[in-house]
């Protein structure tokens, strides 16, 4: 029952998804050639570790702005951490990956806080997970779990709903790690 | 038939097992759906747990109390003097815990630790700190962030470490009792699972037990029924046989007591003439009788017995209806004449002149209907209406329906009418004589004719009998195969047939009709002289008349089926004779004649029976010409048969006929003279054989008047009262001139008044 209505726009994301998928497969074709750019604003996610096209050292920087030019993904879902539906904005993951040139197979987030968890690379590829910078169309500050929330699209594909996938979830996301 | 052990292999078992199994399905029905149960309790309470994330919660208290120590740590440098306030490490420190703590007001979280008592404080004391700091260190900061403000705060947030390390203890204890509860719930239901199962394991062993055991027994009950059904099979047979053996005796020994009874019969006739008193005479009358009635009842139970063990087979062929109509009338009108009576015979117009019938049968069961009605009629009038109607089944019956003015019949009797040895009235039926068994023949026979016979009376009023039969009609107006034949088929076989025929008449029509069917005959007189001729030269055929002086022809067939030389004792003997009852029939093949003739005698019926026994290489008959409508139907009788003449006038010429039917004319007062001594001595024996040989002649002329009225003096000889024979034989001798009439009118004499051409 709570899936119909992520059912009845399933061909549409599907449809979407399959788009970015290929754009996706162009950047990452097309990016080793070009840098990405600097960031202006202050640094909100750094990507590290196997990444091909760094703008920092050996890091990927983003600032909220470089997040926000990425193709965004909008979704309502339940969280344990809301009582009720929550609105998610954001990159999809793996055009975040793919704009710094990751490419691994499992990724560390960090938060703010330290914590820290593992998420096999392949997640970002088969889910639409988006690093969410808009909780209700709203940027989120750090302690409404921002700026940056990690989600899963928890409603439409019910088996994401437990206790791994919830672990996964790293809010007030602060660095990917590509091992 | 069955032993007791059938009896309790068949009965009371099988509903017992058939309960048992239903019971221990019912269980295993019960038990599938009590693990059912189980499963789908267990499942609804892994994802409550999976669903509201609970486990999630002690971490997440865990993480907002770490957040509090390291803000506190982070809060106790930026008070302290010696350090450079690092504000905006500060600031982020704080938003985090502000984060954590937050989470503790989720929805999950606080139905998890609402119970926990210090919960609602701590939360007010956390709610009240966040409140006093935000005025610097919130999203809209109300004065500037300075050491005073949070060295004036440092003890609130002190304060609040150790409730918050009591809620993570808190909530980690109640985690962990839930998770013994849940824990303890799904041991349960373990157990109850694996009971469930074990019981579902019994269950199943008994349900495949008693199923085995019943598929066992159901196999034994077969075994059972079977040897059963042999036996019954064994008996029924055994009674089919002994019955079958019952129905041979009864017909053989039907057969056997007739033959005596012949010989009985006629010695009867000869004792007639030996001279006696009037009172031996009426003794003998009544002996007479009675020997006819045995007869009569000896035929009737032949015919039973025959019916019964299905041995009658229907001849079915076509013939000429209203011929059969004036025999059967010729046959009753003396008894109906008897009393003051009087017999119609009335046949629609629409009913068609040839059917398709086993004449015999048919004969046979009007026969019965019509001599019922008048024996339990006494005044009044006898009524047999023929017409036809539309049937149930959508084809055209014929109905014969027999009315009378009798005695009629109450409800109860006509119940059991047709039931055997059932008579309407048992204190009349020894008056009236019969077996009984007429009404159930002839009801058999329409039935094995695919028709039926009903009966309505009324006590005092009369009754009615309805006989009806699917009408069927010859596709071919021909009287018979031999009509097919072209006409003037080239003769190729040139027969030598003997004759044995005592009447003048006869012998010359037959010699007319050998003639133009290309054969030579020859006559004997009587059946001795017939034996004789045999012997002395080679005859193809014998046609053999059945009443002849001397030795009749029965008894001439025994006698050449019983000569020495085989090439002569083989030769074929047909009958000839005036009646076609199935009787005499039978008594003809049983001497040992291999076909039979009724008079009158056609060229096609002649031909016919000559080329079954010669095959097809025996000459073809001469084309059957339709007979004209019969005419001179006065009082539902002809004097003459116009069809019989144009049979007769295909068999010879004109003048040959004329030479004949005059012939018969003249030596008719001969005839009549010697009934009529016949009849003053008391010889039924000469009455009939005069009568049955007037009757012969008469019908090969087409003289049907006269051959009913003869017909009716043979058949009334033995029993009818001597006034009564005295009657027919006037009736025989008033007859003559008028047919000699209808002859001139027909042509077939020039005129009345000329004397007889001869040659």
């Given at each position: 029952?709570l899936?119909?209505?992520?059912?009845?726009?399933?061909?549409?994301?599907?449809?979407?998804?399959?788009?970015?998928?290929?754009?996706?497969?162009?950047?990452?074709?097309?990016?080793?050639?070009?840098?990405?750019?600097?960031?202006?604003?202050p640094?909100?996610?750094?990507v590290?570790?196997?990444?091909?096209?760094?703008?920092?050292?050996a890091?990927?920087?983003?600032?909220?702005?470089?997040?926000?030019?990425?193709?965004?993904?909008?979704?309502?879902?339940?969280?344990?951490?809301?009582?009720?539906?929550?609105?998610?904005?954001?990159p999809?993951?793996?055009?975040?990956?793919?704009?710094?040139?990751?490419?691994?197979?499992l990724?560390?987030?960090?938060?703010?806080?330290d914590?820290k968890?593992?998420?096999?690379?392949?997640?970002a590829?088969?889910?639409?997970?988006?690093?969410?910078?808009l909780?209700?169309?709203?940027?989120?500050a750090?302690?409404?779990?921002?700026?940056?929330?990690?989600?899963?699209?928890?409603?439409?594909?019910?088996?994401?709903?437990?206790?791994?996938?919830?672990?996964?979830?790293?809010?007030?996301?602060?660095t990917?790690?590509?091992? | 038939?069955?032993?007791?052990?059938?009896?309790?292999?068949?009965?009371?078992?099988?509903?017992?097992?058939?309960?048992w199994l239903?019971?221990?399905g019912?269980?295993?029905?019960?038990?599938?759906?009590?693990?059912?149960?189980?499963?789908?309790?267990?499942?609804?309470?892994?994802r409550?747990?999976?669903?509201?994330?609970?486990?999630?919660v002690?971490?997440?208290?865990?993480?907002?109390e770490t957040?509090?120590?390291r803000?506190?740590?982070?809060?106790?440098?930026?008070?302290?003097?010696?350090?450079?306030?690092?504000?905006?490490?500060?600031?982020?420190?704080?938003?985090?815990?502000?984060?954590?703590?937050?989470?503790?007001?989720?929805?999950?979280?606080l139905?998890?630790?609402?119970?926990?008592?210090g919960?609602?404080?701590?939360?007010?004391?956390?709610?009240d700190?966040?409140?006093?700091?935000?005025?610097?260190l919130?999203?809209t900061?109300?004065?500037?962030?300075?050491?005073?403000f949070?060295?004036?705060?440092?003890?609130?947030l002190e304060?609040?470490?150790?409730?918050?390390?009591?809620?993570?203890?808190?909530?980690?204890?109640?985690?962990?009792?839930?998770?013994?509860?849940?824990?303890?719930?799904?041991?349960?239901?373990?157990?109850?699972?694996?009971?469930?199962?074990?019981f579902?394991?019994?269950l199943?062993?008994?349900?495949?037990?008693?199923?085995?055991?019943?598929?066992?027994?159901?196999?034994?009950?077969?075994?059972?029924?079977e040897?059963l059904?042999?036996?019954?099979?064994?008996?029924?047979?055994?009674?089919?046989?002994?019955?079958?053996?019952?129905?041979?005796f009864?017909?053989?020994?039907?057969?056997?007591?007739?033959?005596?009874?012949?010989?009985?019969?006629?010695?009867?006739?000869?004792?007639?003439?030996?001279?006696?008193?009037?009172?031996?005479?009426?003794?003998?009358?009544?002996?007479?009788e009675?020997?006819?009635?045995?007869?009569?009842?000896?035929?009737?139970?032949?015919?039973?017995?025959?019916?019964?063990?299905?041995?009658?087979?229907?001849?079915?062929?076509?013939?000429?209806?209203?011929?059969?109509?004036?025999?059967?009338?010729?046959?009753?009108?003396?008894q109906?004449?008897?009393?003051?009576?009087?017999?119609?015979?009335?046949?629609?117009?629409?009913?068609?002149?040839?059917?398709?019938a086993?004449?015999?049968?048919?004969?046979?069961?009007?026969?019965?209907?019509?001599?019922?009605?008048?024996?339990?009629?006494?005044?009044?009038?006898?009524?047999?209406?023929?017409?036809?109607?539309?049937?149930s089944?959508?084809?055209?019956?014929?109905?014969?329906?027999?009315?009378?003015?009798?005695?009629?019949?109450?409800?109860?009797?006509?119940?059991?009418?047709?039931?055997?040895?059932?008579?309407?009235?048992?204190?009349?039926?020894?008056?009236?004589?019969?077996?009984?068994?007429?009404?159930?023949?002839?009801?058999?026979?329409?039935?094995?004719?695919?028709?039926?016979?009903?009966?309505?009376?009324?006590?005092?009023?009369?009754?009615?009998?309805?006989f009806?039969m699917?009408?069927?009609?010859?596709?071919?107006?021909?009287?018979?195969?031999a009509?097919r034949?072209?006409?003037?088929?080239?003769?190729?076989?040139h027969?030598?047939?003997l004759?044995?025929?005592?009447?003048?008449?006869?012998?010359?029509?037959?010699?007319?009709?050998?003639?133009?069917?290309g054969?030579?005959?020859?006559?004997?007189?009587?059946?001795?002289e017939?034996?004789q001729?045999l012997?002395?030269?080679?005859?193809?055929?014998?046609?053999?008349?059945?009443?002849?002086?001397?030795?009749?022809?029965?008894?001439?067939?025994?006698?050449?089926?019983?000569?020495?030389?085989?090439?002569?004792?083989?030769?074929?003997?047909v009958?000839?004779?005036?009646?076609?009852?199935?009787?005499?029939?039978?008594?003809c093949?049983?001497?040992?004649?291999?076909?039979?003739?009724?008079?009158?005698?056609?060229?096609?019926?002649?031909?016919a029976?000559?080329?079954?026994?010669?095959?097809t290489?025996?000459?073809?008959?001469?084309?059957?010409?339709l007979?004209?409508r019969?005419?001179?139907?006065?009082?539902?009788?002809?004097?003459?048969d116009e069809?019989?003449?144009?049979?007769?006038?295909?068999?010879?010429?004109?003048?040959?006929?004329?030479?004949?039917?005059?012939?018969?004319?003249?030596?008719?007062?001969?005839?009549?003279?010697?009934?009529?001594?016949a009849?003053?001595?008391?010889?039924?024996?000469?009455?009939?054989?005069?009568?049955?040989?007037?009757?012969?002649?008469?019908?090969?002329?087409?003289?049907?008047?006269?051959?009913a009225t003869?017909?009716?003096?043979?058949?009334?000889?033995?029993?009818?009262?001597?006034?009564?024979?005295a009657?027919?034989?006037?009736?025989?001798?008033?007859?003559l001139?008028a047919?000699?009439?209808?002859?001139?009118?027909?042509?077939?004499?020039?005129h009345?008044?000329?004397?007889?051409?001869?040659?």
């Open positions: 029952m899936k119909r209505p992520a059912d009845d726009h399933c061909g549409d994301r599907d449809r979407r998804r399959f788009v970015q998928a290929g754009s996706a497969l162009l950047l990452a074709a097309a990016l080793p050639a070009r840098a990405l750019e600097r960031p202006i604003g640094v909100v996610l750094t590290s570790g196997r990444v091909r096209t760094p703008n920092d050292g890091d990927a920087q983003f600032d909220m702005a470089m997040l926000a030019t990425l193709p965004q993904t909008s979704f309502s879902t339940r969280t344990p951490w809301y009582a009720k539906a929550r609105r998610f904005t954001g999809l993951l793996r055009d975040v990956l793919a704009a710094a040139g990751a490419q691994g197979t990724i560390r987030l960090t938060a703010l806080n914590y968890v593992d998420m096999p690379y392949d997640d590829q088969r889910h639409d997970v988006i690093v969410a910078r909780l209700d169309d709203k940027p989120m750090v302690r409404d779990k921002g700026p940056l929330f990690v989600i899963y699209p928890f409603d439409a594909r019910p088996e994401l709903r437990g206790a791994v996938y919830y672990s996964r979830s790293a809010w007030q996301l602060r990917i790690d590509v091992l | 038939m069955a032993t007791a052990d059938d009896r309790r292999a068949l009965s009371p078992a099988p509903g017992l097992h058939f309960s239903g019971l221990v019912f269980g295993l029905a019960l038990a599938l759906l009590a693990v059912a149960l189980v499963q789908a309790r267990q499942f609804s309470l892994l409550e747990a999976v669903q509201t994330g609970d486990d999630y002690v971490p997440m208290v865990f993480q907002a957040e509090q120590l803000l506190l740590d982070q809060w106790r440098q930026a008070v302290d003097e010696r350090v450079p306030l690092d504000e905006r490490a500060l600031r982020l420190r704080y938003e985090i815990w502000v984060s954590r703590v937050d989470l503790l007001r989720g929805a999950s979280t139905r998890l630790i609402e119970a926990h008592s919960y609602q404080q701590t939360l007010q004391q956390i709610e700190f966040v409140a006093a700091a935000d005025r610097a919130g999203p900061p109300a004065i500037a962030l300075e050491r005073g949070l060295g004036a705060l440092l003890p609130d304060a609040l470490t150790a409730p918050m390390h009591e809620l993570s203890l808190g909530a980690s204890h109640t985690v962990a009792e839930q998770m013994e509860r849940r824990a303890v719930t799904v041991r349960q239901q373990n157990q109850l699972g694996l009971g469930l199962t074990v579902l394991s019994l199943t062993l008994a349900f495949a037990y008693t199923a085995l055991r019943q598929v066992r027994q159901l196999r034994e009950r077969r075994v059972v029924l040897e059904a042999a036996k019954l099979r064994i008996a029924r047979r055994e009674a089919e046989t002994a019955s079958e053996a019952k129905s041979a009864l017909a053989n020994m039907s057969h056997e007591i007739r033959t005596p009874f012949h010989g009985l019969m006629g010695m009867l006739s000869l004792l007639r003439e030996t001279g006696l008193t009037p009172r031996q005479i009426d003794y003998l009358r009544t002996a007479t009675s020997a006819d009635h045995l007869l009569a009842l000896l035929n009737d139970i032949l015919d039973m017995s025959q019916l019964e063990s299905g041995r009658v087979a229907l001849a079915v062929a076509p013939l000429d209806l209203r011929a059969l109509l004036r025999d059967v009338e010729a046959l009753m009108r003396p109906a004449s008897a009393k003051p009576l009087a017999l119609h015979i009335d046949t629609d117009p629409a009913v068609p002149e040839r059917i398709l086993d004449a015999t049968r048919l004969k046979q069961i009007i026969f019965n209907l019509l001599s019922n009605a008048i024996k339990f009629t006494d005044r009044g009038a006898v009524v047999l209406d023929v017409r036809t109607r539309d049937g089944a959508g084809e055209t019956e014929i109905v014969f329906e027999v009315t009378d003015t009798g005695v009629g019949m109450d409800e109860a009797t006509l119940a059991l009418l047709f039931n055997r040895f059932v008579q309407g009235d048992n204190s009349r039926s020894r008056r009236h004589g019969g077996t009984g068994l007429g009404l159930e023949i002839s009801r058999n026979l329409a039935r094995l004719m695919g028709g039926d016979i009903f009966a309505r009376s009324r006590q005092g009023e009369g009754s009615c009998f309805t009806r699917p009408l069927r009609v010859p596709d071919d107006p021909a009287l018979d195969e009509a034949a072209p006409a003037g088929t080239p003769q190729t076989q027969l030598q047939v004759v044995a025929e005592d009447h003048p008449v006869n012998r010359q029509y037959m010699a007319a009709l050998l003639e133009t069917l054969h030579e005959a020859h006559f004997s007189v009587n059946g001795e017939a034996v001729a012997q002395q030269r080679r005859y193809d055929v014998v046609l053999m008349d059945l009443h002849m002086p001397v030795l009749d022809g029965v008894q001439a067939t025994r006698a050449i089926r019983a000569l020495p030389d085989a090439a002569l004792a083989t030769v074929p003997i009958a000839l004779t005036a009646d076609a009852f199935a009787e005499t029939r039978e008594r093949l049983l001497a040992g004649m291999n076909d039979f003739l009724s008079k009158p005698v056609s060229p096609q019926k002649l031909a029976t000559l080329r079954r026994l010669f095959g290489g025996a000459p073809a008959a001469v084309t059957e010409v007979p004209p019969q005419r001179a139907w006065g009082l539902g009788r002809a004097l003459v069809s019989a003449i144009a049979m007769a006038l295909q068999a010879m010429p004109r003048e040959k006929l004329a030479t004949l039917v005059q012939a018969f004319l003249d030596q008719a007062p001969d005839t009549v003279q010697r009934l009529r001594a009849v003053r001595d008391a010889q039924p024996l000469e009455l009939r054989t005069n009568a049955h040989a007037a009757k012969g002649a008469a019908l090969n002329l087409g003289m049907a008047g006269l051959a003869a017909e009716a003096l043979h058949e009334g000889a033995a029993y009818l009262p001597a006034h009564e024979i009657r027919l034989v006037q009736r025989f001798e008033d007859q001139p047919t000699r009439e209808a002859m001139v009118d027909l042509g077939v004499l020039r009345s008044a000329q004397p007889a051409v001869t040659g």
